[in-house]
Structure formats: C-alpha cells, structure tokens
C-alpha cells in the first residue's frame, strides 16, 4: 500500500498541468509495470474482457522461458566441450575469472557449470538489448506523449534469443536500436508496425556485419574454435554427413548443437508453442498453414531432386529440426501485429512462410537458414493476403444476396 500511496501522490506532477507533465510516458510505465492500469473504457462501443495488452506479453515471455534455459545451458555446454577439445588450460576473460572466482571449472558433463558459463552470455546481450531499445521506446513515447507499451519487452527478449552468443555487444545495442526505431516506431509504434521489430534488427545485423552473423565459427565462443551448423552441413554434404559430425535428429531436437541462443531446441519451443496456444495467444492457423507450407514444399523438392544441391533431399522432419524454424514459427510467424489477420488469410500467410524458408534454404546455397527473411517477406504481403480474402468474402456474398 505504501508503494501504491506514493505513486499516487507523484501522479499529479507527470499528469497534464504537472511540473514534470513531459514525463509523464516514464511515471505510466513504471506504475503500469507494478500495477494494473485503473483506467477503463467509459463510453461505447467496448468490450470487456480479461485479457489485456500487459498479460499478453507476459505470456509470451513466459512462453520463451523453456528456450531461455535451454539456450543458456547449451551455449555453455558447446562451449565447455570447445575448451575440453581444444586442451585449453587456461582461457582469457572476464567471464573465466567469474567462473574460476566461483569454482566453477569449464565441465560439459555439469548442467550447473554449462547453465553458469551460458548465463555469462545471455544476460549482457539481454541487458544491452533492454538498454539501448528501452531508451528509444522511451525517447519515442515521450516526444509523442504517447504511454511506454510492454511489446517491447517481448522484442527484446526474442532479438536476445535469435542473436549467435559471440555477437559483440556494440552490434547487439545498433540491431535494436535499427529494428526499434526503423522498424517499429517510424511508423507509430506497437500495433502500427508491419514489420517484426527483433527479425528487423537481426536483418539488419546480417547484412551489415555478415562475418559476425554466419560463417563456422561464431555460433560457439570459444576463440579458434570453428565448427558447422546442421544447415551448413547439409548444403555442403547432404543429410548423410551429418553423423559425420556427430549431429542427430534426436540431438537436433534436444538443441544440444550449435546455433543462435534460443533457436537450437526444437523441445523448448514445442513447449512454448501449447502454452501460446492454450492460453489463446497463439492462432493454430498460423502454426497450421506454416507446416503445410513447409512440408508440401520439401516433398516437392524431394520428388524433383538435383545431381548437384543435395539440399534438395533434406527431408521435412530434418528441416523441421534445424536451423530457427520452430522458433519462428512459434514466436515469430504467430505474432498477431504483422502476420495476417483474418482465418483464411493466416493459413495463406503461414504457408506463404513454410514455402519461403524451404525455397531460400535449398535453391539459395549460399544462405542455408531462411527462416528470417521468409517472415520478413510475408510480413510484407500480410495486408495484401487480408484485403483479397475480405474482398472474395463480399463478392461471394453479393452474389449470394444479389
């Protein structure tokens, strides 16, 4: 109740009139966060209903927590068994004076000392992420006197958990600030974008410093290690020499190898996936229309084949594994800003995204994971898909009345 008291008594001087009125977007979010708004709708038309925009975000933060956990314990866990491959004795750092001030040895065999040694990855590009994108939404909701909205902290997380763990922290802080400000706010902030703010950064990221984003050997960071993903594997030697480098389907799926921080556990984001859409959050459609896409386009490719892009031969259960495609299609293609917004239109859009990735993947050899730039470009299309179905649904009704 304290608490409470005295924010009201502040309240006056961040409201219209107060001393500090300017401010009053930073006063909103820090009492909103804490509390639940006191504000309600007043005049009709409205609708009531117990879900609001604060719980659906915190339900979406929530459903990334299997793939936060796993994707600390696995970035530690590659990299533990990196040092033990590489016989290091000693590894420079900051991170392994924390760990040897702890006791903690470099050990793949100790989930404690894998979720440690991760941890020392995730939570600085987190804390950046939240940083340098929390200013601008801040800086943005201020000039406009607009209230700080909570789809930033889903931004952040997700850009946290689709970036490698080598990414250098200046890099992690521009990609928010380009998919903030140039993907989200330019055009009105949350709910106004048509483009995923955390895919815009990771772009951005990918073609601006392509040496930091892909390549063998920043996926583990360990310096002088250098070791392939499942995707990168597959385009050089086929689904067969996959075992060569001890990656399986069962290993796959686990997340138990190397790749972006929250994008290697198939698991962890099925487990996500129901918890989204148990609670509503998610549209089944989407998720539908994704696979179909993705699996009737990988049987097409399989039944045409190719001599010389063994690519062509990853079955749909392989593609299903690697690379960030479930993560996208849990947290990514679901998302109800950018993707399309009536019941046909989400079936089209998610299969236009399936399609996509499985096209860029395979026919692209020079860009093995195509996930990204298959939602970005659908995000595109999405009103376009809305405006042909709502278009189709009068005419059919005309017809039916005429």
């Known amino acids: 109740m304290g608490l409470r008291s005295g924010l009201d008594k502040l309240a006056p001087h961040f409201e219209k009139g107060g001393k500090y009125e300017k401010f009053y977007a930073i006063y909103e979010m820090v009492d909103t966060f804490l509390y639940t708004p006191k504000t309600v709708t007043k005049a009709a038309p409205h609708a009531r209903d117990h879900m609001d925009l604060k719980r659906v975000m915190t339900y979406v933060v929530l459903a990334t927590v299997p793939c936060i956990l796993m994707g600390m314990y696995n970035t530690g866990y590659q990299a533990n068994s990196a040092i033990a491959a590489m016989g290091m004795s000693e590894v420079p750092g900051w991170r392994a004076a924390i760990l040897s001030g702890l006791g903690i040895g470099f050990n793949a065999e100790s989930i404690f000392a894998n979720m440690v040694h991760g941890a020392l990855y995730f939570f600085p590009i987190y804390i950046v992420t939240l940083a340098v994108g929390g200013f ?74 392509p040496a930091s984003m892909s390549g063998d050997s920043v996926w583990t960071p360990v310096d002088g290690f250098s070791g392939a993903t499942a995707l990168g594997v597959t385009a050089a030697e086929g689904v067969a020499g996959l075992a060569d480098h001890g990656i399986t389907w069962t290993s796959s799926f686990l997340g138990t190898i190397q790749g972006s921080f929250g994008e290697t556990s198939v698991l962890a984001a099925a487990i996500g996936m129901v918890f989204l859409v148990y609670t509503g959050i998610a549209n089944y459609r989407l998720i539908v229309g994704c696979l179909a896409g993705m699996i009737g386009f990988t049987l097409l490719l399989n039944t045409v084949g190719s001599d010389t892009n063994p690519m062509f031969a990853m079955p749909w259960y392989w593609h299903l594994v690697t690379g960030g495609f479930m ?62 179905v709502v278009k189709a649904n009068i005419t059919r009704r005309v017809k039916r009345h005429a």
């Not at 939404?137 to 909205?149: C, D, K, P, W, Y």
């Not at 093995?368 to 939602?375: H, N």
């Open 136 to 209: 601008f939404e801040v800086l943005f909701a201020t000039i406009r006197g607009h209230e700080v909205n909570e789809g930033f902290l889903v931004s952040s997380m997700l850009y946290s958990l689709i970036l490698p763990a080598s990414t250098p922290l200046w890099q992690v802080g521009l990609g928010i600030a380009f998919g903030v400000v140039l993907g989200k706010e330019v055009f009105g902030g949350t709910g106004k974008n048509f483009l995923n703010p955390a895919l815009t950064g990771r772009a951005f990221l990918y073609f601006a410093y």
């Open 327 to 388: 993560f996208g299609l849990v947290f990514m293609v679901t998302e109800p800003v950018t993707a399309a917004m009536t019941n046909p239109g989400r079936y089209i859009y998610g299969a236009l995204i399936g399609a996509m990735c499985i096209l860029i993947r395979v026919i692209n050899p020079a860009f093995p994971e195509g996930m990204m730039l298959a939602i970005l470009f659908a995000n595109i299309f999405a009103p376009l898909i809305d405006y042909y």
